[in-house]
Structures are given as C-alpha cells and as structure tokens.
C-alpha cells in the first residue's frame, strides 16, 4: 500500500466530498417524492456535475500512487461510508446488523486489492 503522504491523500480527500455529492444526487430526490420526476432528474444531474469536478481530478492525481483498480475500491468503499451516514442521518432510515455485516464483507474483500 502506498505511504500516506499528500499524494496518497488528496485522492482519498477529493474521492471523499466527490461522493457525497454523488450520494446526494443518486439518493437525494428519495427524501422529496412528491417532486415532479423531471425536476429530480434535472437537480441530480446538477449536483452530479459537482461530483465530476472533484472525481476526475481524484483519479488522475492517484493514478500516480494507485492502480485503478486500487482507486475503485477506494472508491466503494467511500461510498458504503458516506451513505451509511447519508442514510441514517438524511433519510432517517435505519441500519441493521445484515447491513454491517454486508458492509464489513465488502470492506474485506476491499483489503485484498492492497495486498501485495
């Protein structure tokens, strides 16, 4: 795995707020149903802009540190973590131990694409 200098790191930080973005913008609209499907449509593709702006650059940057598959992963895993929070504190929906468990299992498979 490659050492945690600010090359190693600012694709994590960007890849970080570039997902909650996507997160909204993918889950957002669920909260606000009564909205005309359209607008959610137009809204999210928006708020997904943003999200480009900050995933192209994370991956150029840590495609000099990472492999891709390496930048994926960081990826999901991002995800799993900026929904969990997104769900429970945005959507008021509930985590259950199948979900963490789903989540460890995903975060597991996550730690061999670092082994050497």
Do not use: D
């Given at each position: 795995?490659?050492?945690?200098?600010?090359a190693a790191l600012w694709p994590i930080?960007?890849?970080?707020?570039?997902?909650?973005?996507?997160?909204?913008?993918?889950?957002?609209?669920?909260?606000?149903?009564?909205?005309?499907?359209?607008?959610?449509?137009?809204?999210?593709?928006?708020?997904?802009?943003?999200?480009?702006?900050?995933?192209?650059?994370?991956?150029?940057?840590?495609?000099e540190v990472y492999s891709a598959a390496?930048?994926?992963?960081?990826?999901?895993?991002?995800?799993?973590?900026?929904?969990?929070?997104?769900?429970?504190?945005?959507?008021?929906?509930?985590?259950?131990?199948?979900?963490?468990?789903?989540?460890?299992?995903?975060?597991a498979g996550a730690a061999f694409v670092?082994?050497?």
């Amino acid at each position: 795995m490659p050492s945690l200098s600010p090359a190693a790191l600012w694709p994590i930080l960007l890849l970080s707020l570039s997902n909650v973005f996507m997160t909204f913008a993918w889950y957002g609209h669920l909260k606000y149903k009564t909205s005309a499907l359209w607008i959610a449509i137009v809204a999210s593709w928006g708020i997904a802009f943003f999200e480009y702006c900050l995933a192209v650059p994370a991956n150029r940057m840590g495609s000099e540190v990472y492999s891709a598959a390496q930048l994926k992963t960081i990826q999901e895993v991002i995800t799993l973590i900026v929904f969990s929070g997104f769900s429970v504190f945005f959507l008021k929906e509930s985590l259950t131990i199948n979900h963490a468990i789903g989540f460890a299992l995903i975060a597991a498979g996550a730690a061999f694409v670092f082994r050497g």
